[in-house]
């Protein structure tokens, strides 16, 4: 079998390892990668347990958070969450993911530095054009980002209320080993700060239909950086990106596979609505549809579809549910309080930060705190900002 992947980033990379390690004739086609990404950088441990101790292995430097610091600038409030030292990590992207595109040619896949311009699929092959040429293949896996040509030839492009809008500032020459957060309603989103071995990516995420372009955002940004000095005297590099986020029915109908191509990682929309997380995702769907192509035996997009819906939808869907509420003054105020005076809570934070504890479970785990009155609050805020965003 010959398989053609669209895409070098994790998603695309991982996809081809795991297929050419099992045999599989692997070519990735991408003329930028591996390159610095505009976003956070941080890696769960939960991601990086999917790949072991290969970025150690290939020199990439990684560097433990020590811990989230969740900040109301207005208010002058702030909690501090301590991390366990392998709950997120964060490292340079370019490095980190130029460890795991090496990973796959060193398995036997190909690399083709050429821009992708077209996509065909028929019935008997798969045709992808690029500058340099036309190469054909039995399957196809986009794994080319929320901008995805795979998907706009095989599917749909994503909507403009199906995408957020990350951008910011990468902050040069200053690091730190927390991550600073503040979660903001007016675009319903949240800023952060992110260390990098040597410098901080600081930005803002918000709807890409909440009404607010990209240079409002990273004016905010740049307000944010100067208000809770994050940055004092550091040069900024400007950036700007899109990330996929569905809603809760867009996950619960995705359809990324038929029967000679699939979709991965951000192309298949696989992002966590509220954290806008996309690394553990991007990873593991890759596993997974290496899986259903080496074993499917012509079943392969159900198979896909299938393992999609039981370990991962279920998951992201009841994330997007709750993200009217995360994003409400009443939640943000209720959840800094809760963080200051419950070590209890600070601990499910914890594992909600390192995507060890699940959406699905988090109203029963923090019910389950001995600090019920605090509990009750916070879970209030959530519901109190959906009911409010629904109304809406």
């Not at 997120?88 to 311009?117: H, K, M, T």
């Not at 992201?316 to 105020?333: E, I, S």
């Amino acid at each position: 079998m010959d398989v053609a992947v669209v895409g070098a980033g994790p998603a695309g990379a991982w996809t081809a390892y795991e297929l050419a390690r099992r045999g599989v004739d692997v070519t990735i086609f991408d003329a930028s990668h591996p390159r610095e990404k505009p976003c956070g950088g941080g890696v769960t441990g939960r991601a990086l347990a999917l790949v072991g101790d290969l970025p150690l292995r290939a020199g990439v430097a990684l560097t433990a958070i020590r811990s989230v610091r969740f900040i109301d600038t207005p208010r002058k409030l702030e909690a501090v969450v301590p991390l366990d030292a392998d709950a997120l990590i964060v490292a340079s992207r370019a490095a980190f993911d130029g460890a795991l595109l090496q990973a796959a040619l060193d398995a036997g896949a190909r690399l083709c530095a050429s821009r992708v311009v077209d996509v065909a699929i028929s019935t008997k092959e798969v045709r992808v054009e690029t500058r340099g040429g036309t190469h054909r293949a039995d399957f196809l896996v986009g794994a080319d980002g929320a901008n995805s040509l795979v998907r706009r030839r095989a599917a749909t492009a994503f909507r403009r209320d199906q995408l957020s809008i990350a951008t910011g500032y990468f902050a040069r020459g200053v690091t730190s080993d927390e991550v600073v957060l503040e979660i903001t309603a007016d675009p319903p989103g949240y800023l952060w700060s992110f260390p990098r071995p040597d410098h901080l990516a600081i930005g803002v995420c918000g709807q890409a239909d909440a009404g607010v372009g990209a240079d409002a955002l990273r004016t905010s940004a740049r307000e944010w950086i100067r208000d809770a000095r994050i940055a004092d005297d550091a040069t900024l590099d400007a950036y700007s990106w899109p990330i996929p986020s569905l809603d809760a029915r867009d996950l619960e109908d995705l359809s990324p596979a038929g029967p000679r191509w699939c979709l991965v990682g951000d192309a298949a929309g696989l992002v966590d609505p509220i954290t806008r997380e996309g690394i553990f995702f991007a990873l593991a769907s890759a596993g997974w549809a290496a899986d259903a192509i080496v074993t499917a035996n012509g079943r392969f997009a159900p198979a896909y579809v299938e393992r999609l819906q039981s370990e991962a939808v279920a998951e992201l869907a009841a994330a997007a549910r709750f993200k009217a509420g995360f994003f409400q003054p009443a939640f943000t105020v209720h959840l800094l309080h809760a963080l200051g005076e419950s070590a209890a809570i600070r601990k499910v934070m914890a594992k909600l930060v390192a995507g060890t504890q699940s959406y699905r479970t988090l109203k029963w785990r923090l019910l389950q705190t001995f600090e019920i009155g605090l509990a009750w609050r916070v879970l209030r805020g959530i519901a109190g900002g959906g009911s409010r965003a629904q109304r809406a």
